[in-house]
């Protein structure tokens, strides 16, 4: 299948920073990219889809000042986190998909602000 | 309103025992529907999709639109099923199409 690549796959940052994630189709072109998060033993929730050259679908509750989503090419959509604080904390995972075909998804990014 | 129910969080059985992990959903159109699974620290990854009509790692499932139901079955449990699978439903149309989760159910096969 296609691979989908997420940068980096751990950070710790300090309270107040900004945390870029990045997210990598790396054999096939992605006309949308959907960032989630998961809490621990619990489901993922979808934070956002990006179109590739479009302004990025916030779901309802999700900050877009606080999640910045730019999906600049076919190939890349990153997510920043900003000003991050503790609650930020958590496993952050990105799919790609091509047109209606079946998703594929990154490897996550643990993200810990202390 | 567009729903994927897993009603149980976990399930634990021995190996060689049959399992069947549970999903029901709401869908006001003609569903399309998909098992993922994510093996301890991997990437969620598709197991099968209900078009395929496939079976994989020895794991069946069958959409049951009376029922709406797709519930996912292998008749004898092995230990590398160990995983969380989530069942999940396409929603939304063109660029809006989105996955539908589930809450996930944690198999636990035991020796």
């Known amino acids: 299948g296609a691979v989908v690549s997420q940068h980096p796959s751990r950070v710790i940052c300090k309270s107040g920073t900004s945390v870029k994630i990045e997210c990598r189709s790396l054999?096939?072109?992605?006309?949308?990219m959907f960032w989630y998060r998961q809490f621990p033993k619990k489901s993922l929730m979808l934070m956002a889809t990006s179109n590739e050259g479009s302004k990025a679908t916030y779901e309802q509750g999700v900050e877009k000042d606080k999640f910045l989503i730019n999906h600049a090419s076919l190939t890349l959509s990153t997510l920043t986190v900003t000003s991050a604080h503790p609650e930020d904390s958590s496993f952050y995972i990105c799919?790609?998909?091509?047109?209606?075909?079946?998703?594929?998804f990154g490897q996550g990014t643990r993200l810990t602000v202390v | 309103a567009q729903r994927v129910t897993q009603p149980e969080k976990l399930l634990s059985v021995f190996k060689g025992a049959p399992v069947e992990l549970k999903c029901n959903y709401s869908?006001?159109?003609?569903?399309?529907l998909f098992w993922y699974v994510q093996y301890s620290r991997q990437r969620l990854q598709l197991l099968l999709r209900?078009?395929?009509?496939?079976s994989i790692k020895g794991f069946t499932a069958d959409l049951n639109k009376g029922e709406t139901s797709f519930h996912l079955k292998k008749p004898f449990a092995q230990e590398e099923d160990s995983a969380m699978y989530y069942c999940?439903?396409?929603?939304?149309?063109?660029?809006?199409?989105?996955?539908?989760w589930g809450l996930g159910t944690s198999l636990a096969v035991n020796p």
């Open positions: 869908y006001s159109g003609s569903p399309e």
């Open positions: 054999d096939f072109q992605a006309t949308t």
């Open positions: 999940a439903l396409v929603g939304g149309a063109g660029n809006n199409r989105k996955l539908i």
């Open positions: 209900h078009i395929s009509r496939e």
């Open positions: 799919s790609a998909r091509v047109g209606n075909h079946e998703a594929f």
